[in-house]
């Protein structure tokens, strides 16, 4: 039997809690600061190493890599029956949709056997005449459609373990091609400049860039961000082609270390907007294209716990905010001005009444801005919805409509829409057993839809395959918690006999996790496995409140997220859904604290656990602002430099509360060792501490499988991912008796 890496434990390391944090401009106030300062013990804490080099950390890395081979080595005909029954459900060679963008329609395609997508356009006078466009012409006679390859990401990847292009964008008159290349996983990108005329690339722009990339009215001018030593942008630039990147000058620069810095385009392309973002705060700059000053100017100043987004219309600002202390975001709108916030008013219909008023009825995610129409994304009922606003010749609603659809649980949004003037938008729709679809949608009538693209699944019937969607009660009494279920109907088990059963979730952010179609996740339901989605407060499901306090799940009240995850898996059990030796569980990075806090909760509700690059120590982590992306995320958790916030995660933080003697489930962690989200050591730390709290006679093997060339997005090569994938459900399958 293979022996754990027995790594080294010094009781004398400890983090200091209450210190003033030695690089943030805008730590806590010094009268909330611990004080004296209290150390938090931290035995592993020698694994944390930020250059990456030190040849105890790797040999421990590796050594832990080593034994999780060792432990898993039976597994390796079922990782790859898994990675060939997950390859099946795919067509290889493919397209995503195409989309209109002046002469050019734009999409990328994958081919069989190339790991990474191929960008092409084609012009639009090469189509086919004929109405509607049969789109499954550009698989079959690329040639006769004018194809032209503009980005191909395998030559990129060529003397690269890892390749991850940032942005892809087209120049003003389409004859250049900005993109940004990260081959690290670290997320610092190299921004270049290429001629599609000719294929030469005619910039390359090093140092702390950004992934985005904005260009200007014209392809003379460029824009990007730089990061600051905490992996932060806060820095906006403007780049002159074929000028030496030391000759760019800065326009913009965000001291505040609890922003992140943002830059995009109007949807009509007359606007540069530079947002400067917090967890809670936002205020958005902009530089008007017909301007040749190039002149920032402020939308609106920022004001504590107030969010706004901003687009363009037809002269007017058109503006998503909780302006007000409003549970959740509203419609506004007024004249393109600076430092126009109060002048702002809703927008409403034609009865006069607000189409989105901030109230926990609708919630309101984005708008897309077109010349007659705005197209709103948010929410009701915890499932995410899409109006349509229809504007007359005085700019005025003429109408407002829902898009309905049959099932009763899906995901929809936005189809990636290039153009301003036009009628017809693209939606993407699925469900989580309706593959992919790319709609269109003509804005005048919703009932007229095409079906540009459907995702082909080959192999997959939809007809084996059945799904639901339930709530479940927290342990408050009030509250009740959105699950959404997936399984195999050939291999349903009757009603009252506990099932093989997944549980997953995430949780934090404020983000959802809706009811997406998985291919690779078809193999563990053609097993007998039942996949459930617990939409746990923390995440935005029914609206900010499902998120913000007092009653959703940041600050001080973070363990409603992991209550409820507990909650949820309590629930299965108790209505023999499941039980405790067939079920497993996942989360992956925040989603990664959530399992970490609700095993340590519950150890003895689950068999197996996946760890998937996340983020366990949190305390550690959290009171150091020389981390990469710590002092951003003091508007998520807390700052436990401060006493009630070092009181309360130190309860909950994963690594400072696994069960001394306690019987743990088996648990896989995984990591990047590049990885500027969720720092490597991380899991190291997590595995380690497992190892010697619990008790080894009754709980399950603790693996580590930390990947040394990638990031927190694990791999990028589409193939290695589905490898990845395959080492995961192997190891569920394994622990649960499935295999």
Same mark, same amino acid.
């Given at each position: 039997?293979?022996?754990?890496?027995?790594?080294?434990?010094?009781?004398?390391?400890?983090?200091?809690?209450?210190?003033?944090?030695?690089?943030?401009?805008?730590?806590?106030?010094?009268?909330?600061?611990?004080?004296?300062?209290?150390?938090?013990?931290? +035995?592993?804490?020698?694994?944390?190493?930020?250059?990456?080099?030190?040849?105890?950390?790797?040999?421990?890395?590796?050594?832990?890599?080593?034994?999780?081979?060792?432990?898993?080595?039976?597994?390796?005909?079922?990782?790859?029956?898994?990675?060939? #029954?997950?390859?099946?459900?795919?067509?290889?060679?493919?397209?995503?949709?195409?989309?209109?963008?002046?002469?050019?329609?734009?999409?990328?395609?994958?081919?069989?056997? @190339?790991?990474?997508?191929? =960008?092409?356009?084609?012009?639009?006078?090469?189509?086919?005449?004929?109405?509607?466009?049969?789109?499954?012409?550009?698989?079959?006679? +690329?040639?006769?459609?004018?194809?032209?390859?503009?980005?191909? #990401?395998?030559?990129?990847?060529?003397?690269?373990?890892?390749?991850?292009?940032?942005?892809?964008?087209?120049?003003?008159?389409?004859?250049?091609?900005?993109?940004?290349?990260?081959?690290?996983?670290?997320?610092?990108?190299?921004?270049?400049?290429?001629?599609?005329?000719?294929? #030469?690339?005619?910039?390359?722009?090093?140092?702390?860039?950004?992934?985005?990339?904005?260009?200007?009215?014209?392809?003379?001018?460029?824009?990007?961000?730089?990061?600051?030593?905490?992996?932060?942008?806060?820095?906006?630039?403007?780049? @002159?082609?074929?000028? &030496?990147?030391?000759?760019?000058?800065?326009?913009?620069?965000?001291?505040?270390?609890?922003?992140?810095?943002?830059?995009?385009?109007?949807?009509?392309?007359?606007?540069?907007?530079?947002?400067?973002?917090?967890?809670?705060?936002? #205020?958005?700059?902009?530089?008007?294209?017909?301007?040749?000053?190039?002149?920032?100017?402020?939308?609106?100043?920022?004001? &504590?716990?107030?969010?706004?987004?901003?687009?363009?219309?037809?002269?007017?600002?058109?503006?998503?905010?909780?302006?007000?202390?409003?549970?959740?975001?509203?419609?506004?709108?007024?004249?393109? $001005?600076?430092?126009?916030?109060?002048?702002?008013?809703?927008?409403?219909?034609?009865?006069?009444?607000?189409?989105?008023?901030?109230?926990?009825?609708?919630?309101?995610?984005?708008?897309?801005?077109?010349?007659?129409?705005?197209?709103?994304?948010?929410? $009701?009922?915890g499932i995410p919805r899409v109006w349509v606003a229809k504007f007359n010749e005085s700019g005025k609603v003429e109408s407002f409509q829902r898009l309905e659809f049959?099932?009763?649980?899906?995901?929809?949004?936005?189809?990636?829409?290039?153009e301003f003037d036009t009628d017809d938008v693209l939606i993407s729709y699925d469900s989580l057993v309706t593959p992919l679809q790319s709609i269109k949608v003509n804005?005048?009538?919703?009932?007229?839809?095409?079906?540009?693209?459907?995702?082909?699944?080959?192999?997959?019937? +939809?007809?084996?395959?059945?799904?639901?969607?339930?709530?479940?009660?927290?342990?408050?009494?009030s509250t009740e918690i959105p699950i959404s279920i997936v399984w195999n109907k050939d291999l349903k088990k009757t009603e009252g006999e506990p099932q093989h059963l997944?549980?997953?979730?995430?949780?934090?952010?404020?983000?959802?996790?809706?009811?997406?179609?998985? &291919?690779?996740?078809?193999?563990?339901?053609?097993?007998?496995?039942?996949?459930?989605?617990?939409?746990?407060?923390?995440?935005?499901?029914?609206?900010?409140?499902?998120?913000?306090?007092?009653?959703?799940?940041?600050?001080?009240?973070?363990?409603?997220?992991?209550?409820?995850?507990?909650?949820?898996?309590?629930?299965?059990?108790?209505?023999?859904?499941?039980?405790?030796?067939?079920?497993?569980?996942?989360?992956?990075?925040?989603?990664?604290?959530?399992?970490?806090?609700?095993?340590?909760?519950?150890?003895?509700?689950?068999?197996?656990?996946?760890?998937?690059?996340?983020?366990?120590?949190?305390?550690?982590?959290?009171?150091?602002?020389?981390?990469?992306?710590?002092?951003?995320?003091?508007?998520?958790?807390?700052?436990?430099?401060?006493?009630?916030?070092?009181?309360?995660?130190?309860?909950?933080?994963?690594?400072?509360?696994?069960?001394?003697?306690?019987?743990?489930?088996?648990?896989?962690?995984?990591?990047?060792?590049?990885?500027?989200?969720?720092?490597?050591?991380?899991?190291?730390?997590?595995?380690?501490?497992?190892?010697?709290?619990?008790?080894?006679?009754?709980?399950?093997?603790?693996?580590?499988?930390?990947?040394?060339?990638?990031? =927190?997005?694990?791999?990028?090569?589409?193939?290695?991912?589905?490898?990845?994938?395959?080492?995961?459900?192997?190891?569920?399958?394994?622990?649960?008796?499935?295999?």
């Amino acid at each position: 039997m293979a022996t754990p890496p027995n790594a080294r434990r010094d009781e004398n390391l400890a983090v200091l809690c209450g210190a003033d944090p030695s690089r943030s401009n805008n730590g806590p106030d010094p009268s909330k600061l611990i004080d004296p300062p209290k150390k938090l013990s931290d +035995p592993y804490g020698w694994m944390r190493n930020e250059d990456r080099k030190d040849q105890e950390v790797l040999d421990h890395l590796n050594a832990e890599n080593a034994y999780t081979k060792t432990v898993t080595g039976h597994l390796e005909s079922l990782r790859t029956k898994l990675y060939d #029954e997950m390859l099946g459900f795919v067509q290889e060679t493919d397209y995503t949709s195409p989309k209109k963008r002046g002469d050019y329609v734009y999409y990328t395609r994958t081919i069989a056997g @190339k790991s990474y997508k191929v =960008h092409c356009r084609a012009l639009l006078s090469s189509l086919p005449s004929s109405e509607p466009i049969s789109w499954d012409g550009l698989a079959e006679s +690329p040639i006769l459609l004018g194809e032209e390859v503009i980005l191909d #990401e395998n030559l990129l990847a060529e003397g690269h373990s890892y390749c991850s292009v940032g942005s892809c964008k087209p120049s003003p008159s389409q004859k250049f091609l900005a993109y940004t290349l990260d081959n690290t996983g670290g997320e610092t990108y190299t921004l270049y400049v290429k001629n599609l005329e000719t294929g #030469e690339i005619l910039e390359t722009l090093k140092g702390e860039i950004d992934s985005s990339v904005v260009w200007g009215a014209d392809d003379n001018n460029l824009f990007y961000n730089i990061m600051d030593e905490s992996h932060r942008p806060y820095q906006f630039y403007h780049h @002159k082609v074929g000028q &030496p990147i030391t000759s760019d000058s800065k326009l913009f620069e965000e001291n505040d270390e609890l922003f992140w810095l943002g830059c995009g385009k109007s949807q009509d392309g007359s606007y540069i907007f530079i947002e400067s973002g917090s967890k809670e705060t936002t #205020e958005v700059n902009y530089i008007d294209l017909m301007d040749e000053s190039i002149t920032v100017k402020c939308v609106a100043a920022r004001r &504590p716990k107030t969010l706004y987004d901003v687009e363009h219309r037809l002269g007017k600002w058109v503006i998503t905010t909780n302006h007000g202390g409003l549970p959740n975001m509203k419609l506004v709108e007024c004249a393109a $001005e600076p430092d126009c916030e109060s002048n702002w008013v809703d927008v409403v219909d034609e009865e006069g009444k607000p189409l989105f008023s901030g109230d926990y009825v609708k919630t309101l995610d984005a708008v897309l801005p077109l010349k007659g129409h705005v197209v709103a994304y948010g929410r $009701e009922g915890g499932i995410p919805r899409v109006w349509v606003a229809k504007f007359n010749e005085s700019g005025k609603v003429e109408s407002f409509q829902r898009l309905e659809f049959e099932e009763e649980a899906y995901d929809v949004g936005g189809g990636g829409n290039l153009e301003f003037d036009t009628d017809d938008v693209l939606i993407s729709y699925d469900s989580l057993v309706t593959p992919l679809q790319s709609i269109k949608v003509n804005l005048d009538d919703l009932s007229n839809r095409q079906i540009i693209k459907k995702k082909n699944v080959p192999g997959y019937d +939809p007809t084996k395959y059945a799904c639901a969607r339930q709530t479940v009660l927290s342990r408050d009494g009030s509250t009740e918690i959105p699950i959404s279920i997936v399984w195999n109907k050939d291999l349903k088990k009757t009603e009252g006999e506990p099932q093989h059963l997944h549980l997953y979730g995430y949780g934090s952010y404020g983000a959802c996790m809706d009811c997406y179609f998985s &291919p690779s996740r078809l193999p563990l339901l053609d097993r007998g496995l039942v996949y459930v989605i617990a939409h746990v407060r923390g995440g935005g499901e029914m609206g900010r409140q499902w998120y913000e306090e007092p009653n959703g799940a940041k600050y001080m009240c973070k363990k409603n997220t992991f209550n409820d995850f507990v909650d949820v898996a309590r629930y299965l059990q108790d209505n023999k859904m499941t039980a405790p030796d067939i079920m497993s569980t996942e989360g992956r990075s925040a989603g990664g604290l959530l399992i970490g806090a609700s095993v340590n909760q519950a150890p003895e509700l689950f068999k197996v656990a996946i760890f998937g690059v996340p983020f366990v120590d949190v305390v550690a982590t959290m009171v150091d602002a020389t981390i990469p992306l710590t002092c951003v995320e003091w508007e998520e958790w807390g700052n436990p430099n401060e006493e009630k916030y070092f009181q309360y995660m130190s309860e909950y933080s994963p690594t400072n509360n696994v069960r001394q003697g306690g019987a743990y489930p088996s648990c896989l962690l995984t990591g990047g060792l590049h990885d500027p989200r969720v720092q490597f050591w991380e899991p190291a730390k997590m595995a380690a501490e497992l190892r010697h709290q619990m008790d080894s006679e009754k709980s399950g093997d603790i693996c580590l499988k930390m990947d040394m060339t990638a990031g =927190h997005f694990s791999a990028s090569d589409r193939y290695k991912y589905y490898r990845e994938l395959a080492f995961d459900w192997a190891f569920v399958l394994d622990k649960l008796g499935l295999v």
